[in-house]
C-alpha cells in the first residue's frame, strides 16, 4: 500500500489539456490555487448537488489546505464526472475505478466561456470565472499572470494564515523577549510548508532502515541493512528531482529546508547528518526519518560527540508521526533508551509503538512477549493510557507461517493495515498538527514574555544587580509562582 500514489489524479495528455484550460479558466488571480470562492461557481455548473460538491472538495482537498493545485483540481474533476453517473461514497478511492480513463465531467457551457475569455483578451478585455477585468495598461499586460503577487491580506490557505499571524503577531513578541535564546529558533517559512515528517527509533538491527524500505519498496540513497549497527547518522529521506544525497551541513543551511535549527547542535552532529532525495509518490506526501540505533549494553559508557537527546526533542518537535520500534528480543529498554523516551515527552500523542520481526516467536511465545512488552512501557511512559501497539513483520519477505501459523498471518495483515491507514492520515492531519503546535509555542511565547518581564522588574536599576541575580536564580520557583498568580489575576480581569 502507497500513499498518494493511486491512480486517481492521472490522465492522458489530451484530458490534462482540457483541464489545464479549465483550472488558468477557474484560478482568475493566476496565483496556481483555486480557492473555495474561485471553484464554487465553476463546479456548480456541473449540476450536481451541494452535498455531492461539497464531498467532493473534501476528498480533493485531502491535506485540507483550503485550497485546490492543478493535480487536486484533476482530482476533483475525475470525481465530479464519476458522481455524474454513479453515487458518491466516502470510500470511493477504496473502489475499483479506472480513473485514469474516465471522461472529463459535464461542465454546462464550459467551452463557450472559455472561448470568450480567449475572445475578449485578444480584443483587450480579460474576461474570468467571475467577471471582467478592464484591459490592462501594455508594461502590465507584459507581466505572467503566474508571478503576480497576491495582496497582503489575502489568505488562500491554512499555512497562509499561520504564516500571517506568525510574522506580524508572534515573531515580534519572541524577538523583543528573545524567546529564540531558549532552543526554539525563529521559525521560517519553510517550517510551515515542509511535508508531515515521521521519525523511526529504536535499538539497532530492530528494523527501522528495513521498515522504510517495505514502505518505499526500494532502498533509498545511502541506505545499508545488516545485523550490525549500519545507520550511523541521522537521515531524512524526502522527496527530490533524482536520487542523490545532501551532507548535513549544506542541508541545514538550505533556504527551503526545515533544518537551519540543527545548527545549534554543532559540527560533531552535522557530520552525523544527511538527506537522501529520491522521486517518490510516497515522499511527495511525507518525509521519513531514519535514526541511529539507540546504544545498550556496554555501548551505552561510549558517549556521542552530540547531544543525541537533544537532537531526537527537536525532531520529535517537527514530526507529526513517532515509531518506536521493538525487536521480540530485545526489549530491555536501556538507559539511553530510557533518556530518549524522556525526551518525548509534551508529544505523547505522536507515538506509536512497533512490534517488528513478530513471525520469529510462535504465538505463545508471541503473547509473552507483547505482555513484556506493556509491562517494560509502563514503567518508562508515565501515563495511565495504554499505547498503541502494532504487531507485525515489516519486511518483503513472507510471513513465517510455521512459527506464527494462519492466525497469526491474519493478525499480522491486519495490524499493518492499521497502521498503514494511521500513514495514510499523516497528510490529512497535518494541517490540524501545523495549527496545534503553533498554538502550543504562542502559549509557550506568553509564558516566556511573562518571566523575562517579571525578573527584568525584579533587576535594580543601578547597584547590586549581580546579588539580584543570585537571589533569583536561586529561588525561581518563588518568582515563577508570582508569576503565574499574575497571569491569573490578568486572566480573571479579562
Excluded at 545507520?231 to 543551511?253: K, Q, Y
Aim: aromatic share 8%.
Amino acid at each position: 500500500m502507497e500513499i498518494g500514489s493511486g491512480p486517481i489524479g492521472s490522465c492522458s495528455k489530451e484530458q490534462q489539456k482540457i483541464y489545464r484550460d479549465w483550472f488558468n479558466f477557474v484560478d482568475s488571480d493566476g496565483d496556481g490555487r483555486i480557492t473555495g470562492n474561485e471553484g464554487a461557481k465553476f463546479f456548480a455548473m456541473s449540476k450536481l448537488s451541494r452535498p455531492e460538491l461539497k464531498q467532493v472538495w473534501a476528498i480533493a482537498d485531502s491535506k485540507r489546505q483550503g485550497f485546490l493545485g492543478f493535480t487536486e483540481f484533476i482530482t476533483a474533476m475525475q470525481l465530479i464526472s464519476f458522481a455524474q453517473d454513479h453515487e458518491l461514497s466516502p470510500d470511493i478511492l477504496k473502489a475499483e475505478v479506472d480513473w485514469e480513463n474516465i471522461k472529463p465531467p459535464v461542465i454546462e457551457g464550459v467551452d463557450a466561456l472559455i472561448a470568450k475569455t480567449k475572445s475578449s483578451t485578444t480584443n483587450g478585455v480579460a474576461l474570468n470565472g467571475n467577471g471582467i477585468t478592464p484591459n490592462q495598461p501594455s508594461a502590465e499586460r507584459t507581466t505572467s499572470k503566474s508571478v503576480k503577487k497576491l495582496p497582503l491580506n489575502a489568505v488562500t490557505s491554512i499555512a497562509d494564515g499561520l504564516k500571517r499571524l506568525y510574522i506580524e503577531k508572534l515573531k515580534p513578541l519572541e524577538a523583543a523577549y528573545r524567546f529564540n535564546d531558549f532552543g526554539n529558533p525563529l521559525l521560517t517559512n519553510s517550517d510551515f510548508d515542509a511535508k508531515p515528517m515521521v521519525m523511526l527509533l529504536g535499538q539497532y538491527s530492530t528494523g527501522k532502515t528495513t521498515f522504510i524500505k517495505h514502505l518505499l519498496r526500494c532502498n533509498y540513497p545511502g541506505a545499508h541493512i545488516g545485523p550490525e549497527p549500519t545507520t550511523d547518522r541521522f537521515v531524512v529521506v524526502m522527496s527530490g528531482p533524482d536520487e542523490r544525497s545532501i551532507p548535513g551541513n549544506t542541508i541545514a543551511v538550505h533556504a527551503d529546508m526545515p533544518f537551519s535549527g540543527l545548527t545549534s547542535f554543532g559540527g560533531s552532529f552535522l557530520s552525523k547528518f544527511e538527506c537522501s532525495q529520491m522521486p517518490h509518490p510516497l515522499l511527495d506526501q511525507i518525509t521519513l526519518v531514519d535514526t541511529p540505533g539507540v546504544l545498550s549494553g556496554e555501548k551505552q559508557r561510549t558517549q556521542r560527540s552530540y547531544d543525541f537527546t537533544g537532537v531526537i526533542s527537536w525532531f520529535a518537535a517537527k514530526c507529526d508521526l513517532i515509531l518506536l520500534l521493538f525487536d521480540p528480543h530485545k526489549l530491555d529498554i536501556s538507559d539511553e533508551f530510557k533518556r530518549v523516551i524522556a525526551s518525548l515527552r509534551g508529544h505523547d500523542d505522536k507515538i506509536r509503538v512497533v512490534l517488528n520481526k513478530a513471525d520469529q516467536v510462535d504465538t505463545q511465545q508471541l503473547m509473552r512477549v507483547y505482555g513484556a512488552l506493556m509491562w517494560s512501557l509502563g514503567k518508562v511512559l508515565n501515563t495511565p493510557e495504554v499505547v498503541r501497539v502494532y504487531i507485525g513483520s515489516f519486511n518483503d519477505k513472507p510471513v513465517n507461517e510455521e512459527a506464527v501459523g494462519p492466525m497469526g498471518r491474519e493478525l499480522f495483515e491486519m495490524e499493518q493495515g492499521d497502521l498503514l491507514a494511521d500513514l495514510v492520515d499523516i497528510p490529512k492531519k497535518a494541517c490540524d498538527r501545523r495549527i496545534n503546535e503553533f498554538v502550543k509555542r504562542a502559549r509557550a511565547a506568553k509564558i516566556h514574555a511573562y518571566i523575562i518581564s517579571h525578573l527584568k522588574k525584579e533587576m535594580p536599576a543601578m547597584m547590586g544587580k549581580s546579588k539580584t541575580q543570585k537571589r533569583l536564580m536561586e529561588n525561581l520557583e518563588e518568582e515563577f509562582a508570582k508569576v503565574t498568580f499574575q497571569m491569573l489575576n490578568n486572566f480573571e480581569r479579562s
